[in-house]
């Protein structure tokens, strides 16, 4: 059923394809490259994937982020009628140095981030990222467009955390301190629909 829904919104709503067989529902450039948010075929997730057409990496703005969810959320997509989704995954940190910076500051300053040892105290690294990153200056931004579709953020999840030297932050700007901060992971934001 769900793919008799998929296939009509392509031929009737113009929804396109990815390489990965997902639906594309919105698509803006980023600088060098593509970013585009698309439907998982397979499970309720989003997801937002930047592309380069050499395959080097890419570093997306905030407001490329923004702008991207705010043209799929900004009228009722009909992919996003027909299913209901848990999950925003906007794949690894590092491709969003906005977020990395926000990241690697909050733990270099933060009592409760252990900078000699490069890990939290008293939770476990992956608690401790998503914790950070479920912060209200992250989130409000995110969740302002998704909300026209009745979306809003409920938690973050993630895994794989990276940890190291200041010199591993994108774009860093000033002089860097001494210890190990996380930089990278692999990031979820779990969406409910009211």
Known sequence: MA???LLASVLLFGASISAAGEAILASIPAG???LSLEAAENWPTLRLRAGHPDHRPC???KTAVIQVLTQAFSEPHPILIA???TSLA???LIDYPWLVKFLARRASQDPKWNTAAGKPRGVHVNRYVADVLFSPEIVSEIETPVRKQGYRITGVSVEKVLVGGLENVPQREGPGQKGKIPFD???WFRLEHD
């Open 3 to 5: 793919f008799r829904i």
């Open 32 to 34: 060098e490259c593509n």
């Open 59 to 61: 570093f997306i703005e």
């Open 83 to 85: 299913r209901k989704f």
């Open 90 to 92: 906007i794949g690894r």
């Open 185 to 187: 992971a692999q990031v």
